[in-house]
Structures are given as structure tokens and as C-alpha cells.
């Protein structure tokens, strides 16, 4: 009983999804089952009976209808085969084998050749692309031959000497620019035609001879005839033939010079009154190598003008050569000078420039030249209206150097001039007889030591006033190694002070404001003298019996 049971169990779940037709018999019923667009299944009575439908050819694109109860025959071709199953199926298929099958054959031309080629059924017919050709196929055997070239249009200009008349152009020489300028053979060239061949060549190098000679010019040697030549007095006799081949010319004289002629005769002579002997001097280098016993050149009151870069007298005598200027005049300021002038083409004027040297030269033991003395003269100041000079007078100075041992200068002030004696602290100045010195500087003291009160440095020998104020303050001159001052008391006491208490002392002493006072009598004397160093000054007084005195430490 299990056994049924389970059997029924079984073909009873097989129809809960699926429905199963077994046993079906066929008969002419057209009905059939189908399934809705509700999942059901329902049954159709003519979807089985299709009243008609249209055949065809796809190479015209026209059809045949056929309807209920037609018959269909399907025809097999040529290289076709037609096969048809009881199911209603039919099968069309190719018997062909060759796929380039094309009949008995065909012709294949280009159109810019006559040549053509006959290509039949088993041949390869291929495409290939030129210059400027594309050519492509596609699955169904269609061949696409393709122009890649695009047409460029290029226009064309005239430039210069050239016209362009549609596509040709033309030489036009009137455009040439006019040449007014002389023709110079070297340079200048013509254009021409050689044998068709365009050429250039240069004017100079054209042969006369290659002209034609429509002139009549003959290469032939002979006399000219024709000729009348005209001096400065007058024409001469003429050829009497004044025919084509006449030539007239003039000879002439220029300043100094004249042209005569007599018959055919011409001669050159001189004159003097037109000479310019201002002019004869200018004579070329090495025109004259010599001239001797010249005694004098111009006359009294000329000028000779000596535009060389140097003049060099030498001479082999003892002594020689001697430059002397004399002077006859009978006044008594009246005497030869020797002037240097400086005159700038800028016209400049500046301090240290030089208006005149001289140099004394010679040789040391090695024979190399070397200046051993000079005199210079230079602007000290140019200012007009306080112009001052400056005169150098210098020697080598041990080691070939040279150096200013005497320098006078024009000074600040009128009627002074400074002097400048040795050069360097260790030089040493003999004096053989003696020095007498009448310059003295007037210092008056002041509160501070300023104006009147400061002593200046190019002086030696000083007057001092106090001021009326025995507090007045004297400042003594820039130090100097050696340099020795005297101060000559007119009036009563005062204080000395160096140019800087702080670090130059006065005996000893230094510190801010740092000063000693003098006790000063009229006419007695205090001397100064700097040393060892630029940082002392050591002073001391002298009364008027002789009794000297140290003054008092700077404090």
C-alpha cells in the first residue's frame, strides 16, 4: 500500500509546473495551442494558416505574391543547388567553387593609355595606388580608386626690372634707376648678351679695340698736326693744319713761375717778386738732407713758424751745439726771452697743470738714459683774478726717482709766495752764511683759541697779544718732527694749547682742554720745539736777562 501510494504521490507532482501531451494523434484540425501574454494556454484556430506571402529576386527588388493554396517552386540556376526537407525546409546552395567566377572574361583600360588588357575567369586583378592615389575594396568586392592630390594655385609677382603679362614675364630694363654719377672703370660693369648667354663684365676691362671703329682711329705714328700752344705771353706759330686731327692746349705759370714761348720754342722761368717764401720754407721730409753756411733765415720782424714734433740740434764739437738768443735793444727791461706756452684746444685750465718742462738728461753705468735734474712750472691756481703759479725745481734722488727739493708757490695772499726747501724729514738744508727773517706773524689770543689765536702752520716766528685777558688761549701749529717756533710777548699772559690737548702734549701733559700758562712779560721770548714725536711739544721761556724756564705741564 505504501508503494501505490508513493507511486501516486509522484505522478501527481509532475503536473504542478509542466503539462505533458502524451499520445497525441494527427488529424487536419488547423486549431493549435497557445500560450496569452497571461501565461495561459489557450487554443488559436488559424494562427497556423497564413493567407499569403511575397517572393522576391533580390537583384530587381520586385516580388510574386502567393497565396492560400499556391504551390512555391524554387528553380536551382546555373552553379545552384536546391534541396528541401519533409518539414518544409529548403536549402539553396552554391556548386561553385571559384569565387572570382566572372564569365568568359573582361577588359580592363586606363584612360590616358590605348593599352588595354584582358582579364579572364582565374585571373588576379589587382589595384595598386600612385603617387597621389588611394585605392581601397571592401567585403563585397567594391573597389574605391581615390584623388588624394589637392590643386594649389601659386601666384606669381613682377619685382623690380621684370613685368608679368598672364604667365609670362618680361625683362623691363626701364625701370633701372638713372646713373648720373661718372662711370669708374674699376667698379662699374655693364650687362650683355654673349652667344644668347647672359654675362656681365667690368667697364675696364672691355677692349677698345674690340668696338667698331666708325671714327677712323688709327693705331698709326706720326706727327701731330694742328697744334697751337698758348703761353703767358701769348700764342705761339701753328701747324697750318687745323683740320679734324688740330688739338689746342694751353702751358701756364703759377706763382713764382712763368711760361714763355718764341716760335717753338717754351721755356720756364722764374719770378721772383711773385715768389712766396713763407710757402718755400714748408719743405718736404728729407727733401734736404744738408745746407750748409746758412747764415740767417727770414729778417728782422718775421716770424718762422717750426711745425715739426721735434728739433734736434747735434753736434761733435766740445761744447756744441749753443742756443743764444740775443737782444740789441737799447731799454732796460728789454731782453731775449724764452717763452712755454700752454694754450689747451679745450680751454681748460686746471691746478698742477703744466705750462713748461726742462729736463736735463744723461746715462748711468748701465748706459740707460735717465733724468737727473728738471725745472717744471705749473698752475697752482687758475681762477682769474687769483691766479698764482707754482715753480718745481727737482733731482734724482738716489734711486733714480726724481723729486722737487725747491718749490715756490704763489701763496693765498698777495705779495706772498710760500717756499718749499728739501724733500722728506731727513733731509738736511745748509745754510753757509745766514738767514735773516723779517716776516713775523701777528697772533692775538681768544677765548677758545680760534681766528687770531691759532698759529698757522708755515710760520716761525710769532707776536702774541693776549687779548686783554690773561684766561686768552694761544694754539700752537700742527707738530712736526724738528719744527722749532718762537712766540715774542707784547703784552701780558696767557695760555698755550696744542691742537689736540688729549693726545699731543705740551711738556709732558695732556688731557681734555689741557693748557699751561705762560707768564709773559713785554718782549720776553717762549720756544717751542716738536719732538721726539709728533706727540710733544717741549717749550720753555727766556726772560729778559736770559734766565730760561720750563713753562708749566699742559693740565
Given at each position: 500500500?505504501r508503494?501505490?501510494?508513493?507511486h501516486?504521490?509522484?505522478?501527481?507532482?509532475?503536473?504542478?509546473?509542466?503539462?505533458?501531451?502524451?499520445?497525441?494523434?494527427?488529424d487536419?484540425?488547423?486549431?493549435?495551442?497557445?500560450?496569452?501574454?497571461?501565461?495561459?494556454?489557450?487554443?488559436?484556430?488559424?494562427?497556423?494558416?497564413?493567407?499569403?506571402?511575397?517572393?522576391?529576386?533580390?537583384?530587381?527588388?520586385?516580388?510574386?505574391?502567393?497565396?492560400d493554396?499556391?504551390s512555391?517552386?524554387?528553380a536551382?540556376g546555373t552553379?545552384?543547388?536546391?534541396?528541401?526537407?519533409?518539414?518544409?525546409?529548403?536549402?539553396?546552395?552554391?556548386?561553385?567553387?571559384?569565387?572570382n567566377?566572372?564569365?568568359?572574361?573582361?577588359?580592363?583600360?586606363?584612360?590616358?593609355d590605348?593599352?588595354?588588357?584582358?582579364?579572364?575567369?582565374?585571373?588576379?586583378?589587382?589595384?595598386?595606388?600612385?603617387?597621389?592615389?588611394?585605392?581601397?575594396?571592401t567585403?563585397?568586392?567594391?573597389?574605391?580608386?581615390?584623388?588624394?592630390?589637392?590643386?594649389?594655385?601659386?601666384?606669381?609677382?613682377?619685382?623690380?626690372?621684370?613685368?608679368?603679362?598672364?604667365?609670362?614675364?618680361?625683362?623691363?630694363?626701364?625701370?633701372?634707376?638713372?646713373g648720373?654719377?661718372?662711370?669708374?672703370?674699376?667698379?662699374?660693369?655693364?650687362v650683355?648678351?654673349?652667344a644668347?648667354?647672359?654675362?656681365r663684365?667690368?667697364i675696364?676691362e672691355?677692349?677698345?679695340?674690340?668696338?667698331?671703329?666708325?671714327?677712323?682711329?688709327?693705331s698709326?705714328?706720326?706727327?701731330?698736326?694742328?697744334?697751337?700752344?698758348t703761353?703767358?705771353?701769348?700764342?705761339?706759330?701753328a701747324?697750318s693744319d687745323?683740320?679734324?686731327?688740330?688739338?689746342?692746349?694751353?702751358?701756364l705759370?703759377?706763382?713764382g713761375?712763368g711760361?714763355?714761348?718764341?716760335?717753338?720754342?717754351?721755356?720756364?722761368?722764374?719770378?721772383?717778386?711773385?715768389?712766396?717764401?713763407?710757402s718755400?720754407?714748408n719743405?718736404?721730409?728729407?727733401?734736404?738732407?744738408?745746407?750748409?753756411?746758412?747764415d740767417?733765415?727770414?729778417?728782422?720782424?718775421?716770424?718762422?713758424?717750426?711745425?715739426?714734433?721735434?728739433?734736434?740740434?747735434?753736434?761733435?764739437?766740445?761744447?756744441?751745439?749753443?742756443?743764444?738768443l740775443?737782444?740789441?735793444?737799447?731799454?732796460?727791461?728789454?731782453?731775449?726771452?724764452l717763452?712755454?706756452?700752454?694754450?689747451?684746444?679745450d680751454?681748460?685750465v686746471?691746478?698742477?697743470?703744466n705750462?713748461?718742462?726742462?729736463?736735463?738728461n744723461?746715462?748711468?753705468?748701465?748706459?740707460?738714459?735717465?733724468?737727473?735734474?728738471y725745472?717744471?712750472a705749473?698752475?697752482?691756481?687758475?681762477?682769474?683774478?687769483q691766479?698764482?703759479?707754482l715753480?718745481?725745481?727737482?733731482?734724482?734722488?738716489?734711486?733714480?726717482?726724481?723729486?722737487?727739493?725747491?718749490?715756490?708757490?704763489g701763496?693765498?695772499?698777495?705779495?706772498?709766495?710760500?717756499?718749499?726747501?728739501?724733500?722728506?724729514?731727513?733731509?738736511?738744508?745748509?745754510?753757509?752764511?745766514?738767514?735773516?727773517?723779517?716776516?713775523?706773524?701777528?697772533?692775538?689770543?681768544?677765548?677758545?683759541?680760534s681766528g687770531?689765536?691759532?698759529?698757522?702752520?708755515?710760520?716761525?716766528?710769532?707776536?702774541?697779544?693776549?687779548?686783554?685777558?690773561?684766561?686768552n688761549?694761544?694754539?700752537l701749529?700742527?707738530?712736526?718732527?724738528?719744527?722749532?717756533?718762537r712766540?715774542?710777548?707784547i703784552s701780558?699772559?696767557?695760555?698755550?694749547?696744542s691742537?689736540?690737548?688729549?693726545?699731543?702734549?705740551?711738556?709732558?701733559?695732556?688731557?681734555?682742554?689741557?693748557?699751561?700758562?705762560?707768564?709773559?712779560?713785554?718782549?720776553?721770548?717762549t720756544?717751542?720745539i716738536?719732538?721726539?714725536?709728533?706727540?710733544?711739544?717741549?717749550?720753555?721761556?727766556?726772560?729778559?736777562?736770559?734766565?730760561?724756564?720750563?713753562?708749566?705741564?699742559?693740565?
Amino acid at each position: 500500500m505504501r508503494w501505490i501510494g508513493q507511486h501516486i504521490w509522484n505522478l501527481i507532482s509532475r503536473f504542478r509546473s509542466d503539462v505533458y501531451l502524451e499520445d497525441l494523434t494527427t488529424d487536419s484540425s488547423t486549431d493549435i495551442l497557445v500560450v496569452d501574454s497571461d501565461g495561459k494556454i489557450c487554443k488559436n484556430s488559424g494562427a497556423g494558416d497564413d493567407t499569403s506571402f511575397t517572393v522576391a529576386a533580390t537583384t530587381t527588388g520586385t516580388g510574386t505574391t502567393i497565396t492560400d493554396g499556391d504551390s512555391l517552386t524554387i528553380a536551382a540556376g546555373t552553379g545552384i543547388t536546391t534541396t528541401g526537407t519533409s518539414d518544409g525546409v529548403v536549402t539553396i546552395a552554391s556548386t561553385v567553387t571559384d569565387t572570382n567566377t566572372m564569365g568568359s572574361g573582361f577588359t580592363v583600360s586606363a584612360t590616358t593609355d590605348s593599352n588595354a588588357t584582358t582579364i579572364t575567369q582565374g585571373d588576379d586583378l589587382m589595384f595598386t595606388a600612385g603617387t597621389g592615389i588611394t585605392c581601397e575594396t571592401t567585403a563585397d568586392g567594391t573597389v574605391t580608386i581615390t584623388n588624394t592630390v589637392s590643386d594649389t594655385n601659386t601666384t606669381y609677382s613682377a619685382g623690380d626690372l621684370l613685368d608679368l603679362a598672364t604667365t609670362t614675364f618680361n625683362v623691363d630694363l626701364s625701370e633701372l634707376t638713372d646713373g648720373t654719377a661718372d662711370v669708374v672703370g674699376s667698379a662699374d660693369e655693364l650687362v650683355y648678351l654673349d652667344a644668347g648667354s647672359q654675362k656681365r663684365k667690368q667697364i675696364d676691362e672691355i677692349k677698345l679695340g674690340q668696338f667698331n671703329n666708325d671714327q677712323n682711329w688709327t693705331s698709326n705714328t706720326g706727327d701731330i698736326t694742328g697744334v697751337t700752344i698758348t703761353t703767358d705771353s701769348g700764342g705761339g706759330s701753328a701747324a697750318s693744319d687745323a683740320g679734324p686731327g688740330s688739338s689746342d692746349f694751353s702751358i701756364l705759370g703759377a706763382d713764382g713761375v712763368g711760361v714763355t714761348n718764341s716760335g717753338t720754342t717754351i721755356t720756364a722761368v722764374a719770378v721772383p717778386g711773385e715768389i712766396d717764401h713763407d710757402s718755400l720754407l714748408n719743405l718736404a721730409s728729407n727733401e734736404h738732407f744738408t745746407m750748409a753756411d746758412i747764415d740767417s733765415i727770414g729778417t728782422d720782424g718775421d716770424t718762422l713758424a717750426i711745425l715739426s714734433d721735434q728739433l734736434t740740434m747735434s753736434n761733435t764739437t766740445a761744447d756744441k751745439p749753443t742756443v743764444t738768443l740775443e737782444n740789441t735793444a737799447d731799454g732796460t727791461n728789454d731782453a731775449a726771452q724764452l717763452v712755454f706756452k700752454k694754450l689747451r684746444d679745450d680751454n681748460g685750465v686746471e691746478q698742477g697743470q703744466n705750462l713748461g718742462e726742462i729736463w736735463f738728461n744723461g746715462q748711468d753705468s748701465a748706459q740707460n738714459s735717465e733724468d737727473y735734474a728738471y725745472i717744471i712750472a705749473e698752475i697752482d691756481v687758475g681762477t682769474s683774478g687769483q691766479e698764482s703759479g707754482l715753480l718745481k725745481l727737482g733731482v734724482a734722488n738716489h734711486d733714480g726717482g726724481s723729486g722737487s727739493g725747491l718749490i715756490l708757490t704763489g701763496g693765498s695772499a698777495n705779495d706772498e709766495i710760500d717756499v718749499t726747501l728739501g724733500l722728506g724729514s731727513q733731509s738736511i738744508v745748509t745754510v753757509p752764511g745766514q738767514i735773516n727773517q723779517t716776516g713775523v706773524y701777528a697772533a692775538t689770543a681768544t677765548s677758545d683759541g680760534s681766528g687770531t689765536g691759532t698759529i698757522p702752520d708755515n710760520v716761525s716766528l710769532i707776536t702774541v697779544a693776549n687779548g686783554g685777558d690773561v684766561n686768552n688761549i694761544i694754539i700752537l701749529p700742527t707738530p712736526v718732527v724738528g719744527k722749532s717756533i718762537r712766540l715774542i710777548a707784547i703784552s701780558g699772559n696767557y695760555e698755550l694749547r696744542s691742537t689736540d690737548p688729549a693726545t699731543i702734549a705740551i711738556n709732558g701733559g695732556t688731557d681734555t682742554n689741557a693748557e699751561s700758562a705762560v707768564n709773559a712779560i713785554a718782549n720776553s721770548t717762549t720756544d717751542c720745539i716738536c719732538g721726539p714725536t709728533t706727540s710733544y711739544w717741549i717749550c720753555s721761556s727766556h726772560s729778559l736777562v736770559g734766565a730760561q724756564t720750563a713753562i708749566p705741564v699742559a693740565s
